[in-house]
């Protein structure tokens, strides 16, 4: 599940997680398993250093070759590296409390993931806060939509910039803030300045934007493992044009755009495992070649759940014609899929017939429908560690 319903619905959080290992680790007889994060990577010696946390603290492993998936860098959006499930608790608690207090509340960036923050705090605290979402280019989708080669879709471009306007009630603002700490977000009140000279006083800020791969714990004799970004500078192998040893699943200077998103990351991620194994048996290294589904998203999200709202929009062709979209065959007239006609929001998953394929309907059945593929098992299970009560900082 994204993270902007966990960040406005603390409660919802808790169903998707799981703080038993046993649950979801591996369990195959040549698999180690540490539950401590990395503190560093030392690819000269080729030794990663544990974190002096956790059941394997300040533990020093020695490797051969090296997968790096440690993911993008957005505060809130996603927990830092070493955060423990109870820490990020009472961090989304926290964030879920200052949200529904706000009276003026600012995301900055205003791609997918700030459209949804906006969509799913009107879901979820009503439409008495203000709500100001920040574009660098003064439009919705200008950074993240598609291939970023490419400019958006101009029809959805218009139709979102409408619902979120006007249905939502959200004021977009052209503007970019240079601030370097507000790079950072605050769950207390404060005041920004835009480039432009404008200032804003806000209640709660978030920035809703990629700040570059988790890459700060990377050591290296040479500056050139990293470029500007942070980003890991690979072949086309995906494997560090420094470092042979060392592979990268979306940490990476090459760009792999499409979606869905989990279908790149998967192929990334089997074929990083198949050249180290490669390299471990001195085999020629492939290059990487695969490609997601569609050049767009299958959906743009407002919100998820009631009071959301959700656009269907790059289907593959074949789910298209399952769903009935091309006919605008929607509820009533919709065939439901057998396995999902239980599913609260199913009747309206397609839109109403003869209008588009978008609205609540749509945004209630989405979260249903990902609760009936849990790809980790002990989801709101939380072994040992304890849910801690939400602290204001």
């Known amino acids: 599940m994204a993270a902007a319903i966990f960040l406005n619905s603390p409660e919802e959080h808790v169903k998707w997680t799981s703080g038993d290992p046993s649950k979801w680790q591996?369990?195959?007889a040549n698999v180690e398993c540490f539950h401590s994060s990395a503190e560093s990577v030392d690819c000269d010696k080729k030794e990663i250093t544990l974190m002096n946390k956790g059941p394997h603290a300040g533990?020093?492993?020695s490797y051969k070759a090296v997968i790096l998936a440690t993911g993008q860098k957005s505060p809130l959006i996603?927990?830092?590296?070493?955060?423990s499930l109870t820490e990020r608790i009472s961090e989304v608690q926290a964030c879920g409390k200052a949200l529904k207090n706000a009276k003026?509340?600012?995301f900055n960036g205003a791609g997918l993931v700030g459209i949804e923050m906006c969509g799913d705090l009107r879901a979820r605290s009503g439409y008495g806060a203000r709500v100001i979402l920040l574009s660098r280019s003064g439009k919705v989708l200008d950074s993240d939509f598609g291939d970023k080669a490419l400019k958006p879709d101009p029809q959805i471009v218009s139709k979102v910039t409408d619902i979120l306007t006007n249905k939502f009630k959200v004021e977009l603002k052209e503007g970019s803030v240079s601030d370097p700490?507000?790079?950072e977000p605050s769950l207390s009140p404060g005041t920004l300045k835009l480039e432009s000279g404008e200032t804003l006083d806000?209640?709660?800020?978030?920035?809703c934007y990629s700040a570059g791969p988790n890459t700060g714990f990377l050591r290296s004799s040479s500056a050139e493992i990293l470029d500007g970004r942070g980003a890991l500078v690979v072949n086309d192998s995906l494997q560090s044009s420094v470092h042979p040893e060392v592979f990268g699943v979306n940490v990476?200077?090459?760009k792999i755009p499409g979606h869905p998103v989990i279908q790149y990351l998967s192929a990334t991620a089997e074929h990083?495992?198949?050249q180290a194994i490669s390299l471990l048996e001195d085999k020629p290294l492939k290059p990487f070649n695969g490609k997601a589904e569609t050049p767009v998203p299958i959906n743009v999200k407002i919100g998820h759940g009631k009071g959301g709202y959700m656009i269907w929009y790059g289907l593959p062709g074949p789910a298209k014609a399952c769903c009935c979209l091309p006919c605008k065959g929607g509820f009533p007239f919709c065939p439901p899929p057998c396995c999902w006609c239980c599913l609260p929001g199913c009747s309206g998953a397609c839109g109403n017939c003869g209008e588009p394929a978008e609205g609540e309907g749509p945004a209630i059945f989405m979260p249903n429908l990902l609760a009936k593929f849990p790809t980790v098992k002990g989801l709101g299970d939380y072994g040992l560690e304890k849910p801690a009560q939400a602290t204001m900082a």
């Open 104 to 106: 003026t509340v600012i």
């Open 181 to 183: 700490t507000l790079a």
């Open 59 to 61: 533990v020093v492993i």
């Open 272 to 274: 990083c495992a198949k």
């Open 78 to 83: 996603t927990p830092m590296p070493g955060m």
């Open 26 to 28: 591996p369990n195959h």
């Open 252 to 254: 990476t200077n090459k």
């Open 202 to 207: 806000f209640d709660v800020y978030m920035p």
